[in-house]
C-alpha cells in the first residue's frame, strides 16, 4: 500500500526544521503529525520550547512550533509500505527538501527524527548550510534509550531557537 507524507509546517521565519521519515499508520488515520499517543515527539519538543505539548490539542501544538520558531516535514514524500516501521518503507520518493530548505530564509538547523530521516534526509540536502543534527527517535518503536538520554539529545535543538 503505498503512503503519502503530510504538506510541510513551516513558516517563513523557521529557525530549526524537524523532519521525520514517514507517518505512521495512527498518524495517517489521524491526518496528523505523531499522533500514536506513544510517541514521544510532543513530549520531546515542549521540552526544546518550555511548553506543555501534549496537554494542548493538536492546531495548538502545532501553532506553537510555529510560533517558537521550529517547522515540521518528512525525508519521504511517499512509499509503499505495510504497517509504520521504517524498516518496510519500499520504493521510496524523497520529499523535495533542497527545494523547502531553499524558501526558509532563517533556517539554521534540521534535526533528524531518527536513524531514517537522517539516512535519507542527509542525502536530499547535501550541502546544507544549516547545522545538522541526528535525533534519536521519538517513535515508540525505538525503546533502546530512556527518555531523559532522548530529551538531553533533541534539547540541542534550542540553540538554534
Not at 520550547?49 to 510555529?66: F, H, K, M, N, T
Not at 527545494?99 to 534535526?111: S, Y
Not at 527518555?147 to 533533541?154: D, G, L, P, S, V
Given at each position: 500500500?503505498?503512503?503519502s507524507?503530510f504538506?510541510?509546517?513551516?513558516?517563513?521565519?523557521?529557525r530549526?526544521l524537524i523532519?521525520?521519515s514517514?507517518?505512521?499508520e495512527a498518524?495517517l488515520a489521524?491526518?496528523?503529525?505523531?499522533?500514536?499517543?506513544?510517541?514521544q515527539f510532543?513530549?520531546?519538543?515542549?521540552?526544546?520550547?518550555?511548553v506543555?505539548?501534549p496537554?494542548l490539542d493538536?492546531e495548538q501544538r502545532v501553532?506553537?512550533?510555529?510560533?517558537a520558531?521550529?517547522?515540521?516535514?518528512?525525508?519521504?514524500a511517499?512509499?509503499?509500505?505495510e504497517?509504520?516501521?521504517?524498516a518496510?518503507?519500499?520504493d521510496v520518493?524523497?520529499a523535495?527538501?533542497?527545494?523547502?530548505?531553499g524558501?526558509?530564509?532563517?533556517?539554521?538547523?534540521?534535526?533528524?527524527n531518527?536513524?531514517?530521516?537522517a539516512?535519507l534526509g542527509r542525502?536530499?540536502v547535501?550541502g546544507a548550510?544549516?547545522?545538522?543534527i541526528?535525533?534519536p527517535?521519538?517513535?515508540?518503536?525505538?525503546?533502546?534509550?530512556?527518555?531523559?538520554a532522548k530529551a538531553?539529545?533533541?534539547?540541542r535543538l534550542?540553540?538554534?531557537?
Amino acid at each position: 500500500m503505498r503512503k503519502s507524507a503530510f504538506p510541510p509546517i513551516v513558516a517563513a521565519d523557521t529557525r530549526v526544521l524537524i523532519l521525520g521519515s514517514l507517518p505512521g499508520e495512527a498518524s495517517l488515520a489521524a491526518g496528523r503529525y505523531y499522533a500514536h499517543a506513544q510517541n514521544q515527539f510532543w513530549r520531546l519538543t515542549g521540552g526544546v520550547i518550555g511548553v506543555d505539548l501534549p496537554a494542548l490539542d493538536y492546531e495548538q501544538r502545532v501553532a506553537a512550533l510555529l510560533a517558537a520558531g521550529i517547522g515540521l516535514w518528512d525525508t519521504v514524500a511517499s512509499a509503499a509500505r505495510e504497517g509504520s516501521l521504517d524498516a518496510a518503507l519500499r520504493d521510496v520518493e524523497q520529499a523535495a527538501l533542497g527545494e523547502l530548505v531553499g524558501r526558509l530564509p532563517t533556517l539554521r538547523a534540521i534535526g533528524f527524527n531518527g536513524a531514517t530521516s537522517a539516512r535519507l534526509g542527509r542525502r536530499a540536502v547535501g550541502g546544507a548550510s544549516q547545522t545538522l543534527i541526528d535525533l534519536p527517535s521519538s517513535s515508540p518503536a525505538y525503546a533502546a534509550m530512556p527518555f531523559a538520554a532522548k530529551a538531553e539529545i533533541w534539547g540541542r535543538l534550542r540553540e538554534f531557537l
